[in-house]
């Protein structure tokens, strides 16, 4: 089984581009993706992970996904095996991606600390009555539909 799913951050806007003859969309990007542990040193080591996607996830990359954009991808890993003009073989490992989902706003991305605003705030949910147990009543199994 080949499955992988990435959260990163988008190093650039996607690059569209049309397979000639079929037309098919095909949208390349890299995600940049911080490793879960410090270094010695306390800095953080980040991954650049080159995506490919096709289809209708390449359209919505190309018209809505920006720069500095948080997203998860669900794919799979594909090593591509080539020869230069020299004879060298060589291989590259890219995730070829199947969907594309869009993990925060275009305003949050806009207002990272990281990326120019120093003040961005955490969605708040207000409850807007309190509702108390009492308020419930049981349910009958028969009146359950499975």
Do not use: H
Not at 85 to 106: C, D, Y
Not at 119 to 125: D, I, L
């Amino acid at each position: 089984m080949n499955n992988v799913v990435l959260v990163g951050r988008l190093t650039k806007d996607p690059e569209l581009k049309y397979i000639p003859g079929s037309g098919t969309p095909v949208a390349t990007f890299t995600l940049a993706i911080d490793r879960d542990y410090k270094n010695r040193d306390g800095s953080t080591t980040t991954d650049f992970i080159p995506v490919e996607i096709m289809g209708k996830p390449a359209e919505f990359c190309a018209n809505y996904i920006t720069k500095g954009r948080l997203v998860g991808v669900q794919g799979s890993i594909r090593v591509d095996r080539y020869e230069t003009p020299n004879g060298e073989k060589r291989s590259f490992t890219k995730v070829a991606g199947r969907n594309i989902q869009a993990l925060e706003s275009k305003n949050a991305a806009a207002s990272m600390p990281n990326m120019g605003d120093s003040e961005s705030e955490a969605p708040k949910f207000e409850p807007s009555a309190v509702v108390s147990p009492s308020e419930f009543s049981a349910v009958d199994d028969d009146d359950v539909p499975f």
